[in-house]
């Protein structure tokens, strides 16, 4: 039994579902680590750089502030005054603070103890420069020398050696972080490996499953199919079996109308002929059993068409081409519908079922087209070609209808029964036509494949 094709679209989708949601996750986790390690990578270059530029002008600014001190105590006519050096080295005091205030947003001054050391001498170091800027002009000199000598000029060194720790501690920091960085990467790459192996051993698991299933679905198809053709088969057997026995039957009864009813119906003609003669001289009687024969003569006109309906014994005896002109000129003188019938001269005659299946044919075209055509005319072509006969019927009716109030619609089981018989002879049937352009009908046979009843 085949499984419905829903719950194997379900499974195929489900499957593929997975997959796709283990690639995305992976792809999410990639994207989120990547940007997750360029943050870190940037922050940490960030707090490297403006560690190295604070600790520059760290150095910088206590060099400057040293100059201004020797310009002062040397005593050029160039030289600031005590108020505009005072201003200066508060100015360089000002944007040293600044620089510790920017470098602590970006970092916690992890250094811990070095940075404080370094702030208290820094805080010593501007104080002792001020106090030695404030000094009067009669005390510079020797006390000013000393007090260079003792107090700036050492935390000066002190903090040029601190600035250089530091540094040294912010390389080793930074080294540190790019290492665990590029650990984090290596983790990262690690699990979305580890995530795509998944999804690869799962989507081969899914393949092989959907491949052997499928197989499996495919050997049943097959199997069907080959089911469905032996039915095929044998319904077309049948069908022509039926067709056959049909003929058979038809031709049975015919020929019983025409010999037994049709051969009764003239003896009592005949009886009614003499009773006619015998009762001459009573008017009366006379025209009683005449009026008899006349029903008895419309009785035997009629079982002898019922009986070329049924089957012409002339398709036996003179072939197609006759008995379709025959047939044309009686269906003419029953709908009213005009017929003309255009053949190209056959040499022999066509093998018998070939016969019987073109008449059947257009015997049933006909009928539909007196029934639900509507049309005023009907053409019938019938050519040999060197191996296959063409009969094609067209009417100039109202073509094909969407309605089903047509019977001759594709789907009419009269021309179901033309397309039965066709087929069984190995031919083609086709039909086509527009509303109001009429509609044409064309069979084509195999003439090597007819043979006899």
């Known amino acids: 039994m085949v499984r419905p094709p829903t719950s ?44 190295l530029e604070l600790l520059f002008a760290v150095r910088s600014q206590v060099l400057l ?16 005054t005590a108020a505009a050096l005072r201003d200066q080295l508060r100015g360089l005091q000002r944007e040293m603070n600044q620089e510790l205030e920017e470098y602590r947003k970006i970092d916690s ?16 170091y501007w104080a002792a420069a001020l106090r030695l800027v404030t000094l009067d002009a009669g005390e510079r000199g020797a006390t000013a020398q000393s007090r260079l000598e003792t107090e700036v ?38 699990r979305i ?84 003669t015998a009762v ?45 002109k025959w047939y044309l000129r009686k269906f003419a003188d029953r709908t009213g519908v005009r017929t003309e019938f255009i053949q190209e001269p056959l040499a022999d005659r066509l093998p018998v079922d070939v016969e019987v299946c073109v008449y059947r044919a257009i015997q049933e075209a006909l009928t539909n087209v007196s029934r639900h055509a509507r049309a005023q005319m009907c053409r019938i072509f019938m050519q040999r070609l060197p191996s296959s006969l063409v009969v094609t019927v067209e009417d100039d009716g109202i073509g094909l209808q969407k309605d089903a109030d047509r019977g001759g619609s594709p789907s009419g089981m009269g021309l179901v029964g033309i397309r039965e018989r066709v087929a069984d002879l190995g031919g083609t049937f086709r039909i086509e036509g527009r509303a109001g352009k009429g509609t044409r009908l064309t069979i084509e046979l195999p003439l090597e494949l007819g043979g006899g009843a």
Do not use: C
Request: without cysteine; proline residues 2%.
């Open 8 to 51: 194997i679209k379900a499974a195929l989708l489900g499957g593929f579902l997975v997959i796709f949601t283990v690639w995305l996750a992976s792809l999410y986790y990639l994207t989120e680590r990547l940007t997750e390690s360029q943050v870190q990578n940037a922050a940490i270059h960030a707090r490297y750089a403006k560690g």
């Open 65 to 80: 502030g040293s100059i201004y001190l020797r310009d002062a105590l040397i005593g050029s006519g160039q030289s600031p």
């Open 109 to 124: 001054l992890a250094e811990g103890a070095r940075w404080a050391r370094l702030e208290d001498e820094l805080r010593d």
């Open 153 to 190: 000029i050492p935390r000066r060194d002190v903090i040029v050696g601190l600035s250089d720790e530091i540094r040294q501690v912010i390389a080793g920091a930074f080294s540190r972080e790019q290492e665990e960085l590029a650990m984090a990467n290596r983790q990262a790459h690690r």
């Open 193 to 276: 490996w580890n995530t795509t192996v998944l999804a690869v051993v799962l989507g081969v698991v899914i393949a092989t499953l959907s491949t052997w299933y499928v197989g499996r679905l495919e050997g049943a198809i097959q199997e069907n199919h080959a089911e469905v053709l032996r039915n095929r088969e044998e319904l077309k057997q049948l069908s022509g079996r039926l067709a056959r026995a049909q003929e058979d039957e038809r031709r049975t009864i015919a020929r019983e109308l025409h010999d037994e009813i049709g051969q009764a119906l003239t003896a009592v003609d005949v009886e009614l002929a003499v009773a006619e």
């Open 280 to 324: 001459q001289a009573d008017g009366r009687a006379a025209s009683a059993v005449n009026e008899a024969r006349t029903v008895t003569h419309r009785a035997l006109g009629a079982v002898r068409d019922l009986s070329q309906l049924l089957r012409p014994s002339m398709l036996d005896d003179f072939g197609l081409p006759d008995t379709l």
